[in-house]
T-cell receptor, first 112, second 110 residues
Framework: DADVTQTPRNRITKTGKRIMLECSQT?????MYWYRQDPGLGLQLIYY???????NKGEISDGYSVSRQAQAKFSLSLESAIPNQTALYFC???????????FGDGTRLSIL | QKEVEQNSGPLSVPEGAIASLNCTYS??????FFWYRQYSGKSPELIMF????GDKEDGRFTAQLNKASQYVSLLIRDSQPSDSATYLC??????????FGQGTRLTINP
């Protein structure tokens, strides 16, 4: 089983819809991250969390919100999806400062 | 200046040769450096990390770090077609997060 699991793997939806992407992990890591990747571009940080009570905005948080339901679960929501949010979304975890991040398989999101 | 810069490529290398990938960073306080490999449509996969100046070898991969010059590089020896991918350099920013470069697309030609 994957250590970092993202659901759904693919999603097609319409403009204006609310969407939730979910991430769960079995690595026991405290730190969790949400990234967005557009074709030919690097990873842009949306939100990150160091524990259940600690949520921080990344560089592109506008239009997104998150919830850290438990140490193992971190979900990303698009309250009212727009076409330019079409992208590949990755969840990642890390054990702490200076430690590498481990990625889930990603969610391919298309907004029509 | 971008925080982490990589040549986007594509970098084309013959099979069996050495592929050299470079990355420069702007934050002199950075302490942790990572190389990820990403196949098209897949998630980034950690292949190397380095914390100290000098070289670190793992199989066919060698990471090189020069903090004075603020660059980190990845060498891939005996390149194989399966090494064809995009390679992402990541550098810590303070205690909180990693900053990723845009990646270098590497193609190994049989």
């Amino acid at each position: 089983d994957a250590d970092v699991t993202q659901t759904p793997r693919n999603r097609i939806t319409k403009t204006g819809k609310r969407i939730m992407l979910e991430c769960s992990q079995t690595k026991g890591h405290d730190r969790m991250y949400w990234y967005r990747q557009d074709p030919g571009l690097g990873l842009q940080l949306i939100y990150y969390s160091f524990d259940v009570k600690d949520i921080n905005k990344g560089e592109i948080s506008d239009g997104y919100s998150v919830s850290r339901q438990a140490q193992a679960k971190f979900s990303l929501s698009l309250e009212s999806a727009i076409p330019n949010q079409t992208a590949l979304y990755f969840c990642a975890t890390s054990a702490g400062m200076g430690q590498p991040q481990h990625f889930g398989d990603g969610t391919r999101l298309s907004i029509l | 200046q971008k925080e982490v810069e990589q040549n986007s490529g594509p970098l084309s290398v013959p099979e069996g040769a050495i592929a050299s990938l470079n990355c420069t960073y702007s934050d002199r306080g950075s302490q942790s450096f990572f190389w990820y490999r990403q196949y098209s449509g897949k998630s980034p996969e950690l292949i190397m990390f380095i914390y100290s100046n000098g070289d670190k070898e793992d199989g066919r991969f060698t990471a090189q770090l020069n903090k004075a010059s603020q660059y980190v590089s990845l060498l891939i020896r005996d390149s194989q077609p399966s090494d064809s991918a995009t390679y992402l350099c990541a550098v810590n920013q303070g205690a909180q997060k990693l900053v990723f470069g845009q990646g270098t697309r590497l193609t190994i030609n049989p």
